[in-house]
């Protein structure tokens, strides 16, 4: 626990004679009455050295109503009063007045929060966090949210008072004392001060020294200021948000919230602060006695005064603590007695302060939670009845039926091995480490339940243990009940052997071996089932299988019971190479099946190949546990000498180190018992033998690459690593893969066993057309022909290049006679380009990239006038992406005098 120091509210006066102020702090609250009807509570704490005094407030209670609410505490005022009122609030120190403030009001209806609000326009003056504090009005908010799948609410009540004085260079705490009768969870969170029904325009929080803090408890709601560094008056605000929890889940709902503006003077102090000695917190049961001391002391040898506020105090029973004023040190007694009624899922706080008599007193707080605990259910009994157990118990002291943490129900548990596991002081319901498992429910009232193992019979052998809790409405549980331990009868055969003994695909052979029933009291009754008795050994190929697969593959016959044995039998004919396979023993009396055993199936080994290891992994399905495996490895190939080279828990194993391509041989032997003493143990079971050839199947990774084009000389020039040197240590080879686009497959162009040389050059031509456009991926590829995944493709692009000029003369001189491209152009698959003169006719067109336009009509074959003609010129350019046209629009002037030009 934290613990601070802060001066004691009732010298106050000693640091508010220099402020001129009226109100310092406050809150709203409201209590559910019927219906939508609610009673809102304002309560607010006011200096008394100001004329200024409120008889009564108006409250907006956020549904469009407003009401004029009086003050109801307190007698009539003193004649020295200005005001006359006919309550004047009570006097709780040197020049503080608290005011309370009651009003009822029925809201419309659910569905929708409303925010309930105070304003009154005077503030203190002098704030130092509050810009023109004596400006601001004193403005205060409640939520209030009716929600038709909660049960109504009622805010929390705030027990301890929001003014307290702290020192220069204390640490200083406050806890508003939250108390939440209907158990409701409540987080706290710092706000900034409200006015005009707005934050603060330039509020800030109080200052403090460096390397310190200003924060609180989300939790438990404590206020920690490390530390004040000047004597002045602050302002904090608190924000308290309540969370239902919706009945039936375990999920809380916002339902509402209260903001404390809260006053905080700061002076200076020559004095030590006394201190509370850590206190725990803890768990009680109802009905129990919680009683323990509280101490605390004082370096000053003042005389003390120790309190203590919180939920106990207002429960019913109410919690005592007693202590009597005396020089340190000084102790207190916290004594409660919770019934039902306190019982819930979130603990009570409860907050301790001592406080000294010196000139300037200071105080310290220790704050505690307490959980109460409904008690556990009572005479849990369990009784055997054929494969199931029949539980019976007696219902908790906290059993109500209607409330708000009425009883729901019960929560039954069950290990399958006797543990009488018991719970911690604030350990409830059964946590999941105990190992026991949830199997059922009942609801209140019911106080038996069946167990049938989900309606698949219990197993003979197994000693089942089981624990049952209460389970309550608000998402609590009772502590754990002692625990019942209880083995079915004894009246039928139990499995305990199924174990390979020849691996083979004709010619395979399984153990299988069981122990007799028992006559002993409580267990086969042989006047009831009397002789002749048989055992029929039944098999299935495979894990669990449907109860027609089964067929008969040997049976015993015995005329008196004393003729029983523990009886094996060895199957042979069996597929075991491929197949495990599941037995029973059905038990017949006078012709009659009396029962059968649980299902055992034999261990069936699996084997995957990897690189210089085997990775083995197997099942098996038996009324028993296995608790240790041993994995066995054949010495030299066709020696059938095995020996143990590991164990384990689990029901896989890798072996390594091995040598690729060569076979190794490996059978599993399962260690296992049942959990009822009297059956032999341990039982060890032998799988099938499975035969695997170590190989590397696992590829190198991609080698890192790079892709560089260019395209004056038109060449890509791809680089690599040598993946060997970083992330493999057997590539053997490369391969390089190539696309013209990033939509078509990559398609091998190389391969090199040349580990070495790590650079390839590459042009490629598109239809006849060189290009260095195109997409690669480099992979490399070991000795075993695995080749790593293509994960990364780099592409590179071509930079086409195709220009036309603006004029001509086809003037028969063999110079500039026709019409071309300027040379060279590059990466360009095709054209469509058509020329009109200036009158929008076609005179020309052609999809070669080279024009060749000699300035005739096309269609008349006459030479075209001197002039200005129009092209449109659409450029097919080789791409990574495809072809993509680019289209070209201009003007060309022809000329057919035998001047020389410059194109």
Same mark, same amino acid.
């Given at each position: 626990m934290r613990k601070f120091y802060i001066l004691l509210i009732f010298l106050l006066v000693s640091f508010t004679n220099i402020f001129a102020t009226h109100n310092r702090a406050g809150e709203i609250t409201y209590k559910h009455i019927s219906g939508y009807t609610y009673k809102i509570i304002v309560t607010t704490y006011a200096n008394t050295n100001t004329p200024t005094d409120q008889c009564e407030l108006t409250v907006y209670f956020g549904d469009g109503n407003n009401a004029t609410v009086p003050r109801i505490n307190g007698g009539p005022s003193p004649s020295t009063s200005t005001t006359s009122c006919p309550h004047y609030g009570v006097i709780i120190g040197a020049n503080t007045k608290l005011n309370i403030?009651?009003?009822?009001?029925?809201?419309?209806?659910?569905?929708?929060?409303?925010?309930?609000?105070?304003?009154?326009?005077?503030?203190?003056?002098?704030?130092?966090?509050?810009?023109?504090?004596?400006?601001?009005?004193?403005?205060?908010?409640?939520?209030?949210?009716?929600?038709?799948?909660?049960?109504?609410?009622?805010?929390?009540?705030?027990?301890?008072?929001?003014?307290d004085n702290a020192c220069v260079g204390e640490?200083?705490?406050h806890n508003p004392g939250a108390y939440d009768a209907e158990g409701d969870s409540l987080s706290y969170s710092l706000s900034v001060c409200y006015a005009d029904g707005v934050p603060i325009l330039g509020y800030t929080f109080p200052p403090i020294t460096p390397g310190g803090f200003i924060s609180i408890d989300p939790l438990r709601g404590d206020l920690i200021w490390c530390t004040p560094p000047t004597i002045c008056q602050y302002n904090v605000a608190i924000l308290i948000k309540e969370y239902k929890l919706l009945p039936g889940t375990k999920t809380r709902y916002f339902v509402g919230s209260i903001l404390r503006d809260m006053q905080i003077d700061v002076g200076a102090c020559n004095n030590n602060a006394p201190h509370i000695n850590a206190i725990n917190d803890t768990c009680i049961a109802v009905g129990s006695n919680l009683n323990f001391n509280v101490t605390a002391t004082d370096p000053n040898a003042n005389i003390l005064t120790l309190t203590a506020n919180g939920g106990p105090f207002q429960a019913s029973p109410a919690a005592s603590f007693t202590s009597i004023p005396k020089m340190s040190p000084v102790t207190g007694t916290f004594n409660w007695i919770p019934d039902c009624t306190a019982a819930q899922l979130l603990p009570f706080l409860v907050t301790f302060k001592v406080s000294d008599n010196a000139s300037?007193?200071?105080?310290?707080?220790?704050?505690?939670?307490?959980?109460?605990?409904?008690?556990?259910?009572?005479?849990l009994t369990a009784t055997p009845s054929g494969t199931s157990i029949i539980l019976n118990w007696n219902a908790p002291l906290c059993n109500a039926t209607t409330g708000p943490n009425r009883l729901k129900g019960y929560l039954i548990y069950r290990k399958d091995m006797c543990d009488p596991w018991v719970h911690g002081p604030c350990e409830t319901g059964v946590p999941s480490y105990t190992g026991y498992t949830l199997i059922g429910t009942t609801l209140n009232g019911v106080t038996t339940f069946t167990d049938n193992n989900n309606n698949q019979g219990l197993i003979q052998g197994v000693t089942y243990s089981y624990i049952v809790v209460a389970d309550y409405a608000d998402g609590s549980q009772s502590y754990a009940s002692s625990n019942i331990c209880r083995e079915l009868v004894r009246d039928i055969p139990i499995i305990t052997h199924v174990s390979v003994t020849?691996?083979?695909?004709?010619?395979?052979s399984i153990w299988t071996h069981w122990v007799k029933p028992l006559t002993?009291?409580?267990?086969?009754?042989? /006047? =009831?089932?009397?002789?002749? @008795?048989? !055992?029929?050994?039944? $098999?299935?190929?495979?894990?669990?299988?449907? %109860?027609?697969?089964?067929?008969?593959?040997?049976?015993?016959?015995?005329?008196?019971?004393?003729?029983?044995?523990?009886?094996g039998f060895v199957n042979t004919g069996l597929n075991t190479q491929d197949s495990a396979y599941t037995y029973r023993v059905d038990f017949y009396s006078n012709g009659l099946l009396k029962g059968s055993t649980h299902i055992a199936s034999s261990v069936y080994l699996s084997s995957t190949p990897a690189d210089n290891k085997v990775n083995l992994s197997w099942q098996e /399905? =038996?009324?028993?546990?296995? @608790?240790? !495996?041993?994995?066995? $490895?054949?010495?030299?190939?066709?020696?059938? %000498?095995?020996?143990?080279?590991?164990?384990?828990?689990?029901?896989t194993y890798v072996d390594t180190a091995l040598v690729n391509g060569r076979e190794y041989c490996y059978k599993i032997v399962s260690k296992g018992q049942y959990s009822d003493v009297a059956i032999p143990r341990p039982l060890y079971n032998s799988s099938e033998i499975k035969c695997e050839t170590a190989v590397d199947k696992i590829p190198p990774c991609q080698p890192k690459f790079t892709v560089t084009g260019d395209c004056d000389i038109m060449i890509n020039t791809i680089s690599w690593t040598n993946p060997n040197t970083y992330c493999s240590d057997d590539a053997v080879k490369y391969n390089i893969y190539f696309a013209q686009t990033v939509k078509e497959t990559l398609k091998l162009i190389y391969s090199s066993t040349d580990l070495n040389t790590t650079v390839f050059t590459h042009t490629d031509n598109y239809k006849d057309i060189p290009s260095i456009a195109g997409c690669y991926a480099v992979t490399a590829v070991d000795s075993f022909g695995n080749e790593s995944p293509v994960i990364t493709k780099l592409c590179t692009d071509n930079c086409p290049v195709y220009k036309l000029p603006n004029v001509f003369t086809p003037n028969g001189d063999n110079k500039n006679d026709f019409f071309t491209p300027l040379m060279p152009y590059r990466f360009v698959k095709d054209?469509?380009?058509?020329?009109?003169?200036?009158?929008?006719?076609?005179?020309?067109?052609?999809?070669?990239?080279?024009i060749m336009w000699d300035g005739g009509n096309q269609d008349t074959k006459k030479p075209c006038t001197d002039g200005t003609y129009f092209y449109v010129c659409v450029v097919n350019e080789i791409r990574v992406d495809g072809i993509q046209p680019k289209v070209l629009k201009g003007f060309i002037q022809l000329i057919k005098t035998k001047a020389v030009l410059n194109r």
């Open positions: 403030y009651e009003v009822t009001h029925t809201y419309p209806g659910p569905g929708q929060t409303y925010v309930i609000t105070m304003e009154d326009p005077n503030r203190n003056a002098d704030i130092c966090n509050i810009p023109g504090s004596v400006n601001q009005s004193f403005f205060l908010r409640t939520e209030l949210m009716i929600n038709p799948f909660l049960a109504p609410n009622s805010s929390p009540i705030l027990l301890n008072r929001p003014l640490c200083f705490e300037t007193p200071l105080v310290d707080f220790q704050s505690m939670f307490i959980r109460v605990v409904s008690p556990a259910p009572t005479g020849a691996t083979d695909v004709n010619n395979g002993t009291t409580g267990n086969l009754d042989t /006047l =009831v089932n009397p002789p002749p @008795y048989e !055992y029929r050994l039944m $098999k299935a190929q495979g894990f669990n299988p449907s %109860v027609n697969a089964y067929t008969q593959v040997s049976n015993y016959t015995y005329a008196a019971f004393w003729q029983l044995t523990d009886t /399905l =038996v009324p028993w546990t296995n @608790y240790k !495996y041993f994995i066995y $490895k054949e010495t030299t190939p066709g020696s059938t %000498v095995f020996n143990i080279i590991d164990s384990t828990t689990s029901k054209i469509e380009i058509k020329i009109y003169d200036r009158w929008g006719l076609l005179m020309f067109e052609t999809t070669n990239p080279d």
